[in-house]
Every structure is written in C-alpha cells, then in structure tokens.
C-alpha cells in the first residue's frame, strides 16, 4: 500500500481535483427537481468522499476500482440527468395540462353559474306562473260554481216555465175548444137569426114592399125596422091597430126565439115636443122611451118571453138620415126591433 500525504484537493470551477492523481468529479449541475435533486446531491457527496479516502492512503488497484466506479456514477449521473429532464418535461406538460383544466374549470364555473342564475330565473318565473295559474284556478272553480248556481236556477226556471207552458198549453186547447164551441154556436145563433130573418120577411113581406117596414141581418144581429106612421100617430105612445096587426105577426115569430136578446129602441125626429104635450112627455126623450116600452109591454102580451125583452129609448140622437126634410124626419122617427146574442153588447 502506498501512502501519498502530501497531494492537496482543489475544487475549480464546480470541478474536485487531487492533486497529481488524476481524479477529477464534478460538483456542480444541480438540478432543481424535487427528489432528483437530491440524489444527484447525495451522488456529488459520495463521490467527494471517496476522493478524500482516497487522497489519504489508496493502494494501485483500489485507485483503479474507484476511478471505474466513479465513471460507473458519471454514467448513473448523465441517466439521472435524463430521467430528470424527461421529468421536468412531463412536469411542464402536466403543468400546462393544469393550466389548461383550471381555464376549463373556471370557464364550466361561469357557465354554472350562469346555469344557476338562469335556472334560479326560471324557478322564479315558475313560482310566479304557478302563483298566476292558482289564481286563475280559483277564479274558474269560482266561475264554476257561480255557473253551477245559474244552471241550476236557470234548469228551475225552465221547469216552472215548461209547467207555465203545459197550463197555457191546456188552457189554449180549452180555449180552442170553446172558441169552436163558440163558433158553432155563433154559427147556429147566425143560422137561427137567418130562419127569424127569412120568417119576418116572408110574413111582412107586404109592408117591406110599402117601404113601412125594413129587416137587415148583419151576422148573428136582426133589426126590425118599423117607422112611426104603422105603429104611433104623430105625438102618441099609443099602439094604433093596423100597428097591432103588424106586431101580433112579429110576435108569433118571435115567440120562437131562444137564447137572443129582443131590444125595443124608440127613436125620433128632431122637432121639439109641442106645449099641448109637455105635460105627458115634456121631451123626445120620454116619447122615445114611451113607444118603446108600450111595444115590448105588447110583444110580452102576445107571448114572446119577457127575460129576452128590454126597452130603450134614445129620442132624436141616433138619426138614421138627415132632419132637413120631412122624408128625413119621417126615417128618423122609428121602432127598431133589435135580435142579438145573449153575450153580445151593443
């Protein structure tokens, strides 16, 4: 073994050197990497260490192994440096792919929040259709039940209507009936009059041609028209007997009549009542009324049926013609023997 004590070590820009050995290691090229770094620290340490022991007192051979060993660590140091670069790459990679995840994530928490801003939107919209909407269901069940309340009132109505409608119903077919009734025998009073009609013209049928008396049938109405000068002398309420005569063929017709009113009208001129008559008839008013009780007094004598009869008398305000002339007087002052129905109002 060969001691060398006097040799020094000298460290030159990052490089150990002892002196006339020949041995030269490396100190510098950290590598900033975590971990790596360290190894390659512990690496440079070991390899400064064994220059020491060896500057001391190394034997030929064992200085031969060392020097093949500390190339053997250059070697392992060069792989390092690769692994560690390669890491530093890997680590930039992954860095950038951090980077590009944190844009992502950033960019996916504006878009949730915008998500939430719209869905927080559409919850209050939602909250206020859903407000509208149960409003708008309580107006409709109240629409509803007001409308139920009116059908229902309105179905009443209908009811009471439709029972209005059967009472009218019957009471147009009661009605119908009756006007038929009423029109038959309308037709049959109408049929009665023509035969009374028919009678008195055939049985006065010389005094129609003398133009004393005049018959008309309007329908179910029969007038007898007597002028004055067969029945009364001018002034008298007394029944002369060609007038008598008349009156008892009238009568035998008229005794047949049923269910007909018999009116006795007196009517006359206009010419005032003379003083020598005032006292008996101070107006035409009673001479009117007079005549015309004096013959219903005589038809009811003859037979004809005094329930049917009535007398009235309208003095000279019902002329038939004109009180002008004495032809006109002479129409004017008159009987009217007047038939109508019993139901019947003049």
């Given at each position: 073994?060969?001691?060398?004590?006097?040799?020094?070590?000298?460290?030159?820009?990052?490089?150990?050197?002892?002196?006339?050995?020949?041995?030269l290691?490396?100190?510098?090229?950290?590598?900033?990497?975590?971990?790596?770094?360290?190894?390659?620290?512990?690496?440079?340490?070991?390899?400064?260490?064994?220059?020491?022991?060896?500057?001391?007192?190394?034997?030929k051979?064992?200085?031969?192994?060392?020097?093949?060993?500390?190339?053997?660590l250059?070697?392992?140091?060069?792989?390092?440096?690769?692994?560690?670069?390669?890491?530093?790459?890997?680590?930039?990679?992954?860095k950038?792919?951090?980077?590009?995840l944190?844009?992502?994530?950033?960019?996916?928490?504006?878009?949730?929040?915008?998500?939430?801003?719209?869905?927080?939107?559409i919850k209050?919209?939602?909250?206020?259709?859903?407000?509208?909407?149960?409003?708008?269901?309580?107006?409709?069940?109240?629409?509803?039940?007001?409308?139920?309340?009116?059908?229902?009132?309105?179905?009443?109505?209908l009811?009471?209507?439709?029972?209005?409608?059967?009472?009218?119903?019957?009471?147009?077919?009661?009605?119908?009936?009756?006007?038929?009734?009423?029109?038959?025998e309308?037709?049959?009073?109408?049929?009665?009059?023509?035969?009374?009609?028919?009678?008195?013209?055939?049985?006065?049928?010389?005094?129609?041609?003398?133009?004393?008396?005049?018959?008309?049938?309007?329908?179910?109405?029969?007038?007898?028209?007597?002028?004055?000068?067969?029945?009364?002398?001018?002034?008298?309420?007394?029944?002369?007997?060609?007038?008598?005569?008349?009156?008892?063929?009238?009568?035998?017709?008229?005794?047949?009549?049923a269910?007909?009113?018999?009116?006795v009208?007196?009517?006359?001129?206009?010419?005032?009542?003379s003083?020598?008559?005032?006292?008996?008839?101070?107006?035409?008013?009673?001479?009117a009324?007079?005549?015309?009780?004096?013959v219903?007094?005589?038809?009811?004598?003859?037979?004809?049926?005094?329930?049917?009869?009535?007398?009235?008398?309208?003095?000279?305000?019902?002329?038939?013609a004109?009180?002008?002339?004495?032809?006109?007087?002479?129409?004017?002052?008159?009987?009217?023997?007047?038939?109508?129905p019993?139901?019947?109002?003049?």
């Amino acid at each position: 073994m060969v001691c060398h004590r006097k040799r020094r070590c000298v460290i030159v820009k990052g490089v150990f050197t002892i002196e006339n050995s020949g041995i030269l290691i490396p100190i510098g090229g950290y590598f900033q990497i975590g971990k790596g770094m360290e190894m390659i620290r512990n690496i440079q340490l070991f390899a400064v260490m064994t220059a020491l022991l060896l500057s001391g007192c190394v034997m030929k051979s064992e200085y031969t192994t060392k020097l093949a060993e500390n190339e053997g660590l250059k070697r392992d140091l060069s792989g390092l440096e690769t692994k560690s670069q390669a890491t530093e790459k890997e680590l930039a990679d992954l860095k950038q792919k951090h980077d590009e995840l944190t844009k992502q994530k950033e960019q996916l928490e504006k878009e949730k929040a915008v998500l939430q801003q719209e869905n927080a939107n559409i919850k209050s919209t939602l909250e206020t259709k859903r407000d509208q909407l149960s409003r708008e269901v309580v107006d409709l069940k109240n629409r509803l039940s007001e409308n139920g309340n009116r059908i229902q009132t309105m179905d009443q109505e209908l009811a009471a209507r439709n029972r209005h409608i059967g009472e009218l119903k019957e009471l147009v077919d009661q009605l119908t009936l009756e006007k038929a009734k009423a029109i038959e025998e309308k037709d049959q009073a109408i049929a009665r009059v023509k035969n009374t009609y028919d009678s008195l013209v055939s049985e006065l049928k010389q005094e129609i041609k003398e133009g004393e008396v005049q018959i008309t049938q309007l329908r179910d109405k029969l007038t007898v028209n007597l002028v004055e000068k067969i029945l009364f002398d001018s002034g008298s309420a007394v029944i002369k007997g060609n007038g008598k005569k008349v009156l008892d063929r009238v009568a035998d017709i008229l005794k047949s009549v049923a269910k007909q009113q018999i009116k006795v009208e007196g009517h006359t001129d206009n010419v005032p009542i003379s003083s020598r008559l005032a006292d008996r008839f101070p107006t035409n008013w009673e001479l009117a009324t007079a005549r015309a009780t004096t013959v219903v007094r005589y038809l009811q004598e003859r037979g004809v049926n005094p329930a049917f009869l009535s007398a009235e008398g309208y003095a000279e305000y019902r002329p038939v013609a004109a009180n002008d002339s004495d032809e006109g007087k002479a129409k004017n002052r008159r009987i009217e023997i007047v038939l109508l129905p019993l139901d019947a109002v003049k």
